[in-house]
C-alpha cells in the first residue's frame, strides 16, 4: 500500500523556470493538501481540495496553482518560479471532516 | 487568523525520563487535536489523535486535551533516543467544514540522550 506518493523528490529550478508537482494516494481519500514547510515555519497550507473537482486556497497561495485531477491526483504547479519557493513540499490527503491527515514523503525544491 | 503555539525549544531529556511537550490553539471551537512526529528529513506521521477532554494513552505516549484552557500536551513516558525528532502539533478548527484542513504549530524538536 503506498499511500500518498508524491515525484519528484528533488528538483533544482531557475527563477523564472514552470514545473509541476505530481501527487496521487491510493487510500481512496476525498481530501488532498499543498503543504510547504521551511525552517522555523512550520507547515503551511498553500492549497486544498474538498473532494474531486473543488480547490481553494489555503494559508500562502500566492505563486502556486492546483488541479485536482481526478479524486486520486492533485498536482501543485509553478508558474515562474522564485527563490522564496524554495522549500519542502508536501502533499497529504484524508477522509476529510476532522480526520487524520497522511503525508507524502516529501519533494525538496530548491530555485537559484 | 487561527494560531497555534508550541513551547520554542528545544527540550533535551535523558534517555528512560517523562519528556512534556505543550501546545495552545486560538480557536476555542477546535474539535479534533493530532500530534505529528518528524524526523529531520523526512515527513510527518501521526503519533496521537485526540477529540475529547481527559487523557489519552498509547503505549508510551499520553495526549491531554483541556478545552476549556485551548491547551493539548503530549507526554512521552520512559523516553528513548529513537523518541529524538520535532514534535508538531495540529488542530482542526475548520467548524463545520467537512475539510479536515489542520492548522500547525512550528514544532519543538526533542533530544533523548543516552
Known amino acids: 500500500n503506498a499511500g500518498v506518493t508524491q515525484t519528484p523528490k528533488f528538483q533544482v529550478l531557475k527563477t523564472g523556470q514552470s514545473m509541476t508537482l505530481q501527487c496521487a494516494q491510493d487510500m481512496n481519500h476525498n481530501s488532498m493538501y499543498w503543504y510547504r514547510q521551511d525552517p522555523g515555519m512550520g507547515l503551511r497550507l498553500i492549497y486544498y481540495s474538498a473532494s474531486e473537482g473543488t480547490t481553494d486556497k489555503g494559508e500562502v497561495p500566492n505563486g502556486y496553482n492546483v488541479s485536482r485531477l481526478n479524486k486520486r491526483e492533485f498536482s501543485l504547479r509553478l508558474e515562474s518560479a522564485a527563490p522564496s519557493q524554495t522549500s519542502v513540499y508536501f502533499c497529504?490527503?484524508?477522509?476529510?471532516?476532522?480526520?487524520?491527515?497522511?503525508f507524502g514523503e516529501g519533494s525538496w525544491l530548491t530555485v537559484v | 487568523q487561527k494560531e497555534v503555539e508550541q513551547n520554542s525549544g528545544p527540550l533535551s531529556v535523558p534517555e528512560g525520563a517523562i519528556a512534556s511537550l505543550n501546545c495552545t490553539y486560538s480557536?476555542?471551537?477546535?474539535?479534533?487535536f493530532f500530534w505529528y512526529r518528524q524526523y529531520s528529513g523526512k515527513s510527518p506521521e501521526l503519533i496521537m489523535s485526540?477529540?475529547?477532554?481527559g487523557d489519552k494513552e498509547d503505549g508510551r505516549f499520553t495526549a491531554q486535551l483541556n478545552k476549556a484552557s485551548q491547551y493539548v500536551s503530549l507526554l512521552i513516558r520512559d523516553s528513548q533516543p529513537s523518541d529524538s525528532a520535532t514534535y508538531l502539533c495540529?488542530?482542526?478548527?475548520?467548524?463545520?467544514?467537512?475539510?479536515?484542513?489542520?492548522?500547525f504549530g512550528r514544532g519543538t524538536q526533542l533530544t533523548v540522550w543516552p
Open positions: 497529504a490527503s484524508s477522509t476529510g471532516q476532522g480526520n487524520t491527515i497522511y
Open positions: 495540529a488542530v482542526n478548527s475548520d467548524r463545520g467544514s467537512t475539510l479536515g484542513r489542520l492548522y
Open positions: 480557536d476555542r471551537g477546535s474539535q479534533s
Open positions: 485526540i477529540y475529547s477532554n
